[in-house]
Each structure stands twice: as structure tokens, then as C-alpha cells.
T-cell receptor, first 109, second 114 residues
């Protein structure tokens, strides 16, 4: 079956770095997405990876290893506003998104 | 950038009534839109895929007669929750893909059925 695994909750300190991991199993693969979702709001797009390697976008970077079915989202110089849920989603061969349950990131001063 | 507008953001309705949620792509045409439902502390669950000019494709377990989807134009899809019950209370989100690499989400609609 198709499955996405990511940690339920993580805590980090303001100014620090945090890495949120995601492993996936899908029927076919057409890319891996990361979204940020603040409580009560819709998700917003952060990144898309379809090739192996690291994609850097400001304070956020996303990594993909297709052979390992593994991705991570790296957040640097954490700010209090980064407190949110981070959703990992893999696109299968039918271009459907398979969603993880999200990782709740708590930032402490 | 591309924006998807969803309306209303919050709605409270009485049990047995129907509620319509609109999803518009503001500066691009969307032949496909997705409707999701999200329960508290859970992942997004795809309910249906809305296709412009044809019938929507519903996911297994989603009642098509209860969740009516209409994609009348390239910029508008609507989801109508018919004969709403308290268990239909949830967060409903639409999204429209711009390319394979990106999907834009509406703001979401918090539905409370009392």
C-alpha cells in the first residue's frame, strides 16, 4: 500500500536548525512536496523535489533520496513564526498526492 | 503569484441544511481542482477531483450525492454539502494545480453544523 511517515511532533529552539524527516512508499513516484500549515489555515507550498539532492530556498531546504524513499525538510535560523505543522506529500504515478499526517513543530524562545 | 480563493472561510449551519463552498482560481485557468477534508490533528484527505466540463471523480467512501461538486468554468469549482449533519463539521480545502510541481490551496472553509 501507499504510506507516508513523518514524526508527529518536534520541538526546537529559536535561532536553531531543525530537520523534519519523511519516508514514503508509493505506487510510482512523481515528486515529493513539503507544505507548511498554521493552525486553522490552509497549507502553503514550501518545496518540490523530484530529483535526488538538496534544494535550497532561503531558510528552508528540502532533500530527496529516491532510492531510499526518504526526504527531509531543513529549517535554519528558526523563528517563532515557524511554529506550524509541516506536511510531507508524495505524488504517485497517477499524479495523486499521498499525504503524511504532518509534523507539529514547536519553537521555544 | 497564482492564487486560489475559497469562500466562505467560516460557516455555521443548522443540521439538515445545505452549504455551498466556492473555490476560484484568480489568475490562471484550472481544468482540475481538488477538494480535501481535514479533521483536527489529521492529514488532508482527498474527497474528490473536480474536472471542468465533466463529472467529478470521488474517492472511495465519499458520498457523491452528499458532497455535490460542480466545475462550471475554468476558474470556479463549488462543493455543496447537502443535508448537513454535525459529523460533517470539518475543515474543507480546495486546491488547483498550476503545474505538476505546484498546487495552490484555497484559504479553507471551517464548517460547523449545529
Amino acid at each position: 500500500g501507499q504510506n507516508i511517515d513523518q514524526p508527529t511532533e518536534m520541538t526546537a529552539t529559536e535561532g536553531a536548525i531543525v530537520q523534519i524527516n519523511c519516508t514514503y512508499q508509493t505506487s510510482g513516484f512523481n515528486g515529493l512536496f513539503w507544505y507548511q500549515q498554521h493552525a486553522g489555515e490552509a497549507p502553503t507550498f514550501l518545496s518540490y523535489n523530484v530529483l535526488d539532492g538538496l534544494e535550497e530556498k532561503g531558510r528552508f531546504s528540502s532533500f530527496l533520496s529516491r532510492s531510499k524513499g526518504y526526504s527531509y525538510l531543513l529549517l535554519k535560523e528558526l523563528q517563532m513564526k515557524d511554529s506550524a505543522s509541516y506536511l510531507c506529500a508524495a505524488m504517485d504515478s497517477n499524479y495523486q498526492l499521498i499525504w503524511g499526517a504532518g509534523t507539529k513543530l514547536i519553537i521555544k524562545p | 503569484g497564482a492564487v486560489v480563493s475559497q469562500h466562505p472561510s467560516r460557516v455555521i449551519c443548522k443540521s439538515g441544511t445545505s452549504v455551498k463552498i466556492e473555490c476560484r482560481s484568480l489568475d490562471f485557468q484550472a481544468t482540475t481542482m481538488f477538494w480535501y477534508r481535514q479533521f483536527p490533528k489529521q492529514s488532508l484527505m482527498l474527497m474528490a477531483t473536480s474536472n471542468e466540463g465533466s463529472k467529478a471523480t470521488y474517492e472511495q467512501g465519499v458520498e457523491k450525492d452528499k458532497f455535490l461538486i460542480n466545475h462550471a468554468s475554468l476558474t470556479l469549482s463549488t462543493l455543496t454539502v447537502t443535508s448537513a449533519h454535525p459529523e460533517d463539521s470539518s475543515f474543507y480545502i480546495c486546491s488547483a494545480p498550476l503545474r505538476d510541481t505546484e498546487a495552490f490551496f484555497g484559504q479553507g472553509t471551517r464548517l460547523t453544523v449545529v
